[in-house]
């Protein structure tokens, strides 16, 4: 069906529980995208985005229009994902490395010529070192900032998404770049 997500929310509130089925397969993907970014792990991002998808569903008259499905969707997301996270924390005292995915986004943004074997060694190293730069940020700097630096959303939706007003939001994201900086900083030097 071609239902805008209003349509969609709408058929699905009158008992068509198919409906619900387009906005999955029309927000899956980058729900699991952000899900994936902040655990780094794709099993807790699959088990994020099934418990965001039935949350989703058992909450949708809840859901009051005043920001679009994605924002609402999101916002879901991020709360699922920040219980995966403390739980992976409670079982393992520490969080598990594996962000490939982000550090290869990062190093996917180089310039398309082929790189030299220095630059090529250069971006192995930061990326080595941006999985653990990345660990060290409080949850809220880490999703604010995934959200913003891989998402590409905007500061007031983010806002809106970790519920927290738009300077705190952009405060997050500042002391995560600030951090991010300080740790990648050694590398930096020998570029100059």
Not at 23 to 46: C, I, K, P, W
Not at 92 to 108: H, R
Not at 159 to 184: E, T, W, Y
């Amino acid at each position: 069906m071609d239902w805008t997500d209003a349509e969609a929310v709408a058929e699905v509130r009158a008992g068509n529980t198919d409906a619900f089925r387009v906005l999955v397969e029309r927000h899956s993907r980058a729900v699991f995208r952000l899900a994936y970014r902040m655990t780094g792990n794709e099993q807790d991002a699959e088990d994020a985005v099934q418990e965001t998808f039935l949350r989703a569903f058992k909450q949708l008259r809840n859901f009051d229009g005043r920001s679009g499905f994605a924002t609402w969707i999101y916002r879901i997301c991020t709360n699922c994902t920040i219980d995966t996270l403390r739980l992976r924390k409670k079982r393992e005292q520490k969080w598990v490395t594996g962000l490939e995915d982000a550090e290869t986004d990062i190093l996917s943004q180089q310039p398309s010529k082929e790189p030299s074997p220095e630059q090529l060694a250069h971006g192995g190293e930061i990326a080595g070192r941006l999985g653990p730069a990345l660990e060290t940020l409080s949850t809220m700097e880490r999703t604010a900032f995934v959200m913003r630096h891989y998402e590409g959303l905007g500061i007031e939706e983010i806002g809106r998404m970790l519920d927290v007003k738009p300077n705190a939001a952009k405060h997050s994201i500042f002391r995560a770049v600030q951090k991010l900086r300080r740790a990648l900083e050694p590398l930096m030097e020998g570029v100059r």
